[in-house]
């Protein structure tokens, strides 16, 4: 016969086995005679019913045990019962009943008992209601009683809630403290759950003291640790659906979410927060609709539960979804007039969301009393510019900017914007993966925008130039972190190469592939997710210097030709001379459709159909350059376009066909290149992989006139010794089939004898190869990501110190690339830079229509 005490156990070890506490009470407890032991394997049950989202059962199960434990006469019995039931029903979102409940059951309980009460109605406070100060209160008390009783197990579930209700109060040290004694007691206590539960709590504190890399690595560790378990917690995947959302990865965001919302049945209380969760990736995906539904939705249900702190951040995610969706700003603005009323009453943390939100709401309404509004809330909103928060001070910045701007102090703006962009650069040095530091600069893109349209309006160009660089392509100016010693990488890549190999396979026999890219894309995740848990170097890039970059452009008879393109209109800022000058292009949409047309003609050509070459060239340089040529003379010219103008021939246009041109990024880019210094000796590699219709035949063209270069091919081109030849080479010539990844451009592959060599591959290099020549089709492929930055093959080999790249950008005839390859060649053995070369090739390929088109298809990307 089972005794109290025994049931007792079951119950109070109950989390760290739920299953094997379930069988027991099924079996033993429930049919006990004794009322208590009964009443016990009832709340047993209830519990583990209700921790799986089958809260009506639940609450059938804890009736029973109320029921029993008032028949028994026994007041400790009777206290526990009811405060089960009491924190079940908040739970449930019944927390006015629930309360009360637990209020009578501390009451009624003396000891250990009440201070198990006071811990259930501690977290009740914390999670329902937000009212820290009264649960760090209830909690003190209820740990010294653990403590003096000898209590692990519930000392250790106090010591996690209490290090939640710091976070909540501001005291991340004390949380710290709090959840390092948690994890100490639950790796004595050998508890699995609870040790994946410390794992979980570290991640979450470094997430809220702003180390993303961190919080990545121990947020995996836990979603190992529980998956070990079986167990999909709830907590865990909103809390790795804020860090996605944290570094711009709004995909990602929604993936977890969505996983978890058909995982199993789900809480009132889970099932809010997903949709939470749901509203607030959807918005930052930019898909409107979905994030309106999902976050009133998540408000309706916050509401019946009274939860009324969360329930104010869903519905500033539902007004935020509306106003970007265009619905009527008059309505929108007097509901979040209310909102902001509510929000400031309860001293929420969204406040200056919602009087930003508020703000641009109200500059859309033309009445005196918006305007004031509008004033009121941005100064409210600029106080937050002092906050211990990383990103809150980032929206404080940006209220003062706004605030500025009203008063017509274009400095003020500026000094303001620069602040906010500052902060938010040193969050992104902490960020060691290239992926990260490129998607997290979305945070940035309305101060970059707001300070780039005042120097506009200003009419400096050198202050234009200035402020569209800020923000472009920052994270190519800083190399990624990579742990060439991490084995674990090594070994999945090596893996990934492997599943390839079999794909191919499977694909030329007929066979299914399914499982094979199953595996591949989980390996996949894999090394992406590892390379989130590097950490960055804590260096920020280097703001432009106009003056070094003109004396710069002075000595190398050199103009750079900068777009930008601000609120739809395509910029021209020419450098050169001594001087900048800003000139207005036209259209963004019309030089991006020129630069498609441009391509198109280009592909036709390359296949020997008739195709309007010439015409796309006059096209595409009145489009994106306007009358910018005009005032370069006879210089060199190097063009810089914004992130979704990478991809251009500018070799077609007329009047870059016949100078040296180069491109870049940026034009810290540009500077950071001419000054790389070739490797001494100069060797020289050229790689030829697989598959090939010309049979890499310029490869060997090439050599003939370069008898010292390193030729791998055939079987010998493998990943491992292509990466060794790679390492600190002078030049490296690629020629091999190129796969580029939009959906994941780290991704983007060269095909070598047994496998895919990746970015992530490139990335291991000790030094990266001074000059790199892709040969292969669509190998200079480049994906804009987040604000004005850049992911790719050549990007990834730009941020690793690669001085330039000659890459296509479209499909090439085969025949014509050898010829190209081998004039190109000769004008660099002969030392010009890529300009020059490009250009001997476009001389030598000219009269021509296919060679002329294959010539135009490369570009050159730095020097």
């Not at 009324?308 to 700003?329: C, I, K, M, N, S």
């Not at 406040?351 to 100064?379: D, I, K, Y």
């Not at 777009?563 to 036209?586: K, M, P, S, Y």
């Amino acid at each position: 016969m089972t005794t109290r005490h025994e049931a007792e156990e079951v119950l109070r070890n109950l989390f760290s086995d739920p299953d094997a506490a379930q069988a027991r009470a099924r079996d033993e407890l429930i049919a006990a005679a004794d009322p208590v032991v009964s009443s016990i394997g009832h709340q047993v049950l209830g519990i583990v019913l209700r921790d799986r989202g089958l809260i009506e059962e639940a609450l059938v199960e804890l009736k029973r045990s109320l029921r029993l434990a008032r028949r028994s006469g026994d007041r400790e019995r009777r206290a526990d019962a009811r405060a089960t039931m009491g924190a079940s029903l908040a739970v449930a979102g019944r927390v006015r009943e629930g309360l009360r409940h637990l209020d009578r059951a501390a009451q009624e309980a003396e000891g250990v008992a009440r201070a198990r009460v006071l811990y259930r109605r501690a977290w009740i406070l914390d999670l329902m209601l937000a009212d820290f100060e009264r649960s760090a209160s209830e909690l003190r008390e209820s740990r010294r009683i653990f403590a003096d009783a000898g209590d692990d197990v519930w000392e250790r579930q106090t010591l996690n809630l209490e290090g939640h209700v710091e976070v909540g109060l501001g005291d991340l040290e004390a949380a710290a403290r709090a959840f390092a004694t948690f994890g100490e007691l639950a790796t004595s206590g050998g508890d699995r759950s609870d040790m994946g539960l410390a794992r979980h709590n570290t991640g979450w504190l470094a997430y809220v003291r702003g180390d993303l890399p961190r919080a990545f690595e121990l947020y995996a560790d836990a979603s190992r640790r529980y998956d070990a378990l079986g167990v999909t917690n709830v907590d865990l995947v909103y809390d790795r659906c804020l860090a996605y959302l944290a570094a711009g990865l709004a995909t990602d965001a929604l993936d977890v979410v969505e996983r978890a919302l058909v995982a199993r049945p789900l809480l009132p209380r889970e099932e809010a927060d997903l949709l939470h969760a749901v509203g607030e990736a959807a918005l930052a995906a930019g898909e409107w609709a979905r994030a309106t539904t999902a976050a009133e939705d998540a408000s309706r249900l916050l509401r019946s539960q009274s939860r009324h702190v969360p329930r104010l951040h869903a519905d500033l995610l539902a007004l935020t979804a509306q106003a970007e969706a265009g619905l009527p700003v008059a309505p929108l603005l007097r509901r979040t007039e209310r909102l902001i009323a509510r929000t400031r009453e309860l001293s929420a943390t969204e406040l200056p969301h919602a009087l930003l939100l508020g703000a641009r709401l109200a500059g859309a309404v033309r009445s005196h009393r918006a305007s004031a509004l509008r004033r009121a809330w941005l100064e409210e909103a600029s106080a937050y510019r002092r906050s211990t928060s990383g990103p809150t001070r980032v929206l404080g910045w940006y209220a003062l900017a706004q605030c500025r701007a009203l008063d017509g102090d274009v400095a003020g703006v500026l000094r303001a914007s620069d602040a906010g962009l500052k902060a938010l650069e040193e969050h992104r040095a902490t960020l060691g993966s290239q992926e990260l530091r490129a998607a997290s600069s979305s945070h940035g893109a309305d101060l970059a925008e707001l300070g780039t349209r005042t120097a506009l309006e200003s009419g400096d160009a050198r202050r234009l130039l200035r402020w569209s660089e800020r923000w472009r392509a920052t994270s190519l100016a800083v190399p990624p972190a990579y742990d060439r010693r991490d084995p674990e990488t090594t070994a999945d890549l090596a893996a990934l190469r492997a599943q390839h190999r079999r794909i191919a396979d499977a694909r030329a026999h007929g066979a299914p592939t399914d499982r094979l890219e199953a595996r591949a894309a989980k390996l996949e995740q894999s090394v992406r997710q590892r390379m989130f848990h590097l950490r960055g170097s804590g260096v920020t890039a280097q703001q432009l210097d106009v003056d070094k970059l003109l004396a710069a452009l002075a000595e190398d008879d050199t103009v750079l030709v900068e777009l930008t393109e601000i609120d739809g209109q395509l910029h021209a800022l020419v450098a050169g001379h001594g001087r900048v000058r800003r000139l207005d292009v036209g259209d963004a949409a019309a030089a991006a459709s020129a630069v498609d047309f441009a391509l198109f003609s280009l592909r036709g050509a390359a296949r020997g159909r008739r195709s309007q070459l010439d015409l796309a060239g006059v096209r595409l340089q009145r489009a994106l350059l306007g009358s910018a040529l005009d005032h370069v003379g006879e210089a060199r010219v190097v063009v810089s376009g914004t992130s979704a103008l990478q991809g251009v021939p500018w070799g077609l246009l007329p009047g870059l066909a016949d100078r040296p041109v180069t491109s870049t990024p940026s034009a810290r880019l540009w500077l950071r290149a001419r000054q790389a210094a070739a490797p001494e000796p100069d060797r020289r590699v050229m790689l030829a992989g697989p598959g090939l219709a010309s049979g890499g035949a310029e490869v060997p063209a090439v050599a003939a006139h370069d008898p010292s270069a390193v030729v791998l091919d055939g079987q010998d081109a493998t990943v491992e010794a292509s990466l060794a030849a790679l390492d600190g080479a002078g030049l490296a010539h690629v020629a091999a089939h190129g796969h580029f990844r939009d959906d994941s451009p780290l991704f983007s592959s060269l095909v070598m004898a047994d496998g895919p060599l990746l970015v992530h591959d490139l990335q291991r290099l000790r030094r990266p190869p001074h000059r790199v020549v892709l040969s292969a089709c669509e190998s200079g492929e480049l994906a804009p990501v987040g604000a004005q930055e850049l992911l790719g093959l050549s990007a990834a080999l730009l941020s690793m110190g690669t001085a330039g790249i000659v890459s296509s950008l479209g499909e090439v005839d085969d025949a014509a690339t050898v010829e190209v390859m081998v004039a190109l060649h000769a004008a660099l053995r002969q030392g010009h830079g890529l300009g020059e070369a490009m250009l001997a090739a476009r001389r030598a390929a000219a009269g021509d229509q296919v060679l002329a088109a294959t010539a135009a298809s490369f570009t050159a990307l730095g020097v």
